[in-house]
């Protein structure tokens, strides 16, 4: 698939889906993509439930709280959210004797736009892989996940989720409903997720709904095109039992990577990207960096320096678009046109 739009956002954090907002007030369109399963970044994968109390006008708001009304707020604009793919290449490209960026990601889809904004944060967030297996994502999609993306999936199957944290606790209470059979494995018998979820866990395991290995960690993972069967080793004994499995989760929470972001020929500073504050244009005309994937003198890693910095870049991004027009600026509510579509925002 290959798209063209006004501007490529690569990261759906707070800082990416506010650049919607203030390209949307410009009249531009948006193309947003993050290598999570949802917007959000750091808000929504790291802190969803903890307060954020430095956002003007916001006395208290959770950070998922935060990233809800940010999506509210785009609401009324123009854009589509590419999920759970990571931007590989960056390339120039020519049209009509003009120079186009063009991105294109591991999923294969490709983008074409004069503007990139790289709003990426720490890098993207990917998966821990199992340790000890050699080559996991040899089953990618055929019995190994990282992510619960449909319920539906996993209905009627034998599932086994690995992990001690939140994720595998709320996945192993909800996929239980919905399992032939579901086994969740931990090296050790103490989970760091919520008390509450570990009760109702344990209460499923008492009602033999969930088979709880503990301590368990995986050992081999059996199959021709498709997993048949898992091998788990005891943590103390070293014993290893093998099990038939459809379906293995692995969740041993994230990594941040600046992975290919490297690559792109930019100027970096400590593996961040350095920018002018003029525009937050990088070192590459066209490519802009904000949020806390930038650096200039003075930086501060907060959601609402990338805002500002966001605002700013998407004027440049109207000139590249338009050049020699006038940016309309204006406030809101002194465009009509604007007001009614941000007036959904009111019901
Ligand atoms: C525990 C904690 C508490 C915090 N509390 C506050 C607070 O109270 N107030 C405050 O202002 N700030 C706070 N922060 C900082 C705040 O979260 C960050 O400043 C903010 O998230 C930066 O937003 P961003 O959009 O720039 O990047 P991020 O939120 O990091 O989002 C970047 C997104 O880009 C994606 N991405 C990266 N590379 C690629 C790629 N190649 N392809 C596709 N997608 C990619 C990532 O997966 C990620 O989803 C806190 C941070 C932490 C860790």
Redesign the pocket.
């Known amino acids: 698939m290959i798209k063209e739009t006004d501007i490529i956002v690569?990261?759906?954090?707070?800082?990416?889906l506010f650049t919607v907002f203030e390209a949307g007030l410009l009249g531009l369109n948006c193309v947003l993509?993050?290598?999570?399963d949802k917007p959000g970044?750091?808000?929504a994968?790291?802190?969803p439930e903890?307060p954020?109390?430095?956002i003007p006008g916001v006395a208290f708001q959770t950070a998922q709280e935060h990233v809800d009304a940010l999506l509210m707020q785009i609401k009324p604009f123009d854009y589509d959210l590419y999920l759970n793919?990571?931007?590989e290449t960056i390339e120039e490209t020519n049209q009509a004797d003009d120079m186009f960026w063009k991105v294109t990601t591991n999923e294969n889809n490709s983008f074409i736009s004069k503007n990139i904004f790289i709003?990426?944060?720490?890098?993207?967030?990917e998966a821990r892989r199992p340790p000890n297996i050699e080559d996991p994502d040899k089953f990618l999609n055929h019995g190994v996940n990282y992510a619960v993306r449909s319920k539906e999936k996993y209905k009627d199957k034998d599932i086994f989720i690995f992990g001690g944290g939140d994720s595998a606790l709320d996945w192993s209470v909800e996929l239980a409903k919905e399992s032939k059979s579901l086994s969740l494995v931990h090296r050790r018998d103490a989970f760091r997720g919520a008390p509450h979820t570990e009760e109702l866990m344990r209460d499923l395991v008492k009602d033999k709904k969930i088979n709880l290995l503990t301590p368990y960690v995986i050992e081999d993972i059996h199959g021709e095109e498709k997993v048949s069967e898992v091998s788990l080793k005891n943590f103390d004994t070293k014993e290893i039992i093998t099990h038939k499995a459809d379906e293995l989760i692995f969740l041993f929470g994230l990594n941040k990577k600046l992975?290919?972001?490297l690559d792109w020929e930019l100027e970096l500073n400590n593996k961040k990207i350095n920018v002018n504050t003029e525009n937050f244009e990088t070192s590459r005309e066209g490519i802009f960096a904000v949020?806390?994937?930038n650096d200039y003198p003075g930086k501060l890693?907060?959601?609402?320096s990338?805002f500002h910095e966001t605002t700013l870049a998407v004027q440049k991004a109207y000139k590249r678009i338009y050049p020699g027009e006038r940016v309309p600026f204006g406030y809101t509510t002194s465009n009509s046109k604007l007001q009614e579509k941000l007036g959904v925002l009111k019901k």
């Open positions: 690569i990261g759906a954090g707070p800082v990416g993509i993050d290598n999570l970044g750091q808000c994968e790291l802190y903890k954020i109390y430095d793919q990571r931007v709003a990426a944060g720490a890098g993207s967030f992975g290919p972001i949020g806390d994937i890693d907060l959601i609402l990338g």
